[in-house]
């Protein structure tokens, strides 16, 4: 099958602000967005990447989590887990929150600090069509909870910590160049 690296809607595209309609049917063109959604996600790269973002208003997701690392830093093989995810609904939230530096591809250039639940529940369906739930914590839930906002036209500068958490990527650079800390902020 051919893939292809589609064009990412940055704001002020309106698509952005809109709820997105249901996924009804799990068919071939389907199958063929969410696999070109994986390409675009990959080379973008990203670490989720929701159909909005791609000019299509509907609720549909894939997000790809963050590798775990071995002792030397380097990517484990395998470690990074590929979801595709249709429909989804938050049915439970921890009352724990973290706070959390992100980075949107429909916002770029731009990172700010944002508060999600530590962990959620999820029911969903899957590329087929075919009901899951899922529970995920830490990054995961992280990325999770901002596609979903994606599928509801919600962003994350919409719910900033402190107006003061937002910066330029040169500026967040700066700050962790004097802090001496290395940071790079996963972007979805
Ligand atoms: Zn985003």
Redesign the pocket.
Known sequence: MTMTVLDIVTLPDKILRKKARPVTSFDDDLQQLIDDMIETMREAP?V???AP?IGKSIQLTVIETLPELDDEGHEIEGSRELFVIANPEIVWRSRKMVDGI??????PGYVGEVERHEEVRLRAQDRQGKKIRLKVKGWTARIFQ??I??LNGV??IDQLTDRENFWTEAEFDAIMAESDEEETIP??
Do not use: F, P, R
């Not at 992100?102 to 916002?107: K, N, R, V």
């Open positions: 990203g989720g990447l929701a973002q992100e980075g949107c591809l429909s916002i901002h596609e906002d994606h962003l994350y972007e979805m």
